[in-house]
């Protein structure tokens, strides 16, 4: 499922996602920032170690990455 949020809805989402993160139902989550000077990052947070690299790996094709 993916989403197409304007800034106030972006916010409100990410509040939420951290309240999950704090709580526990969430485990593991993929960002990818895009920055205003152009420059994106990917990020992969929470989890264990082997969650993160799972999730890592599974992007990396979708990111036209190696």
Do not use: Y
Request: charged letters at 20%.
């Amino acid at each position: 499922m993916n989403h197409l949020l304007g800034k106030d809805a972006a916010v409100a989402m990410l509040r939420e996602l951290l309240h999950e993160a704090e709580f526990g139902s969430l485990s593991c989550m993929a960002l990818r920032i895009f920055r205003s000077d152009g420059v994106a990052e990917d990020f992969v947070v929470g989890g264990t170690a082997q969650q993160q690299a799972g999730v890592w790996a599974e992007l990396q094709p979708e990111l036209g990455q190696q």
